[in-house]
T-cell receptor, first 114, second 109 residues
Framework: ETGVTQTPRHLVMGMTNKKSLKCEQH?????MYWYKQSAKKPLELMFV???????ENNSVPSRFSPECPNSSHLFLHLHTLQPEDSALYLC?????????????FGPGTRLTVT | GQNIDQPTEMTATEGAIVQINCTYQ??????LFWYQQHAGEAPTFLSY??LDGLEEKGRFSSFLSRSKGYSYLLLKELQMKDSASYLC??????????WGAGTKLIIKP
C-alpha cells in the first residue's frame, strides 16, 4: 500500500467510448503524474501537475485529457481511443518535482481498447 | 536523444548475489533512481544516487559513476520474493525522469 489509489483497476472500452481514470493520493504530496507503461518499453511520462497546475505535457494525443481538481486527485479522461492505447496507466505522486523526490506509484489501471 | 540501457532479463539462484547494470546517456544529470516492480503491482522506490559511490540499504546496494554514465543495483542473499522487474531512471537537466525499460529478474530455488 503506497498511499496512492487508482480506479478502476481494469477497464475494457470500445474505440467510441468515453471513460475516466481516477487517482487519489493520501500522502500530502504537491505533484502528481500520469504514466503509460507498455510491455517491455520504458515508462512514458504523459502529464505532470505541480500544485494543481499542469507543468508538462509530453506530446500526448488530445484523446487523453487530464484534470487535477485539487492536489489529492487526478483524472485522465479518455475518448475515441485506439487499440495501441491499450496499456497499464500508472499514477504517481511526489512531494515536489525537484531532484531528490522519489515518486510513489499507484497500482495502475489495465486498459484494453477493443 | 536520451537513452537508458538495462538488460532485459536476468536469472539468479536463491541465496546468491546479482548485479543489475544501467548505463545512461542523458542531457545533464540530476540523480538516478532504482525502483522495484512486482508483476501486476506498482513500482516502489528502492534507492537514489546523486554522488559517485555506493549506497547501501540492507540487502540492496546501488552504485553510481557519473563520469561513466553507469550505475548498478546489487542484490545480496537473494530471496524468491526478489523476483520482479527493476527499473532504472535518470533525472535530466530539466528535472525530467528518463526511464529504462526495466530488467526482469527471475530467482530460481
Amino acid at each position: 500500500e503506497t498511499g496512492v489509489t487508482q480506479t478502476p483497476r481494469h477497464l475494457v472500452m470500445g474505440m467510441t467510448n468515453k471513460k475516466s481514470l481516477k487517482c487519489e493520493q493520501h500522502l500530502g504530496h504537491n505533484a502528481m503524474y500520469w504514466y503509460k507503461q507498455s510491455a517491455k518499453k520504458p515508462l512514458e511520462l504523459m502529464f505532470v501537475y505541480s500544485l494543481e497546475e499542469r507543468v508538462e505535457n509530453n506530446s500526448v494525443p488530445s484523446r487523453f485529457s487530464p484534470e487535477c481538481p485539487n492536489s489529492s486527485h487526478l483524472f485522465l479522461h479518455l475518448h475515441t481511443l485506439q487499440p495501441e492505447d491499450s496499456a497499464l496507466y500508472l499514477c504517481a505522486s511526489s512531494l515536489g518535482t525537484g531532484e531528490a523526490y522519489e515518486q510513489y506509484f499507484g497500482p495502475g489501471t489495465r486498459l484494453t481498447v477493443t | 536523444g536520451q537513452n537508458i540501457d538495462q538488460p532485459t532479463e536476468m536469472t539468479a539462484t536463491e541465496g546468491a548475489i546479482v548485479q543489475i547494470n544501467c548505463t545512461y546517456q542523458t542531457s545533464g544529470f540530476n540523480g538516478l533512481f532504482w525502483y522495484q516492480q512486482h508483476a501486476g503491482e506498482a513500482p516502489t522506490f528502492l534507492s537514489y544516487n546523486v554522488l559517485d559511490g555506493l549506497e547501501e540499504k540492507g540487502r540492496f546496494s546501488s552504485f553510481l559513476s557519473r563520469s561513466k554514465g553507469y550505475s548498478y543495483l546489487l542484490l545480496k542473499e537473494l530471496q524468491m520474493k526478489d523476483s520482479a522487474s527493476y527499473l532504472c531512471a535518470v533525472r535530466d537537466s530539466n528535472y525530467q525522469l528518463i526511464w529504462g525499460a526495466g530488467t526482469k529478474l527471475i530467482i530460481k530455488p
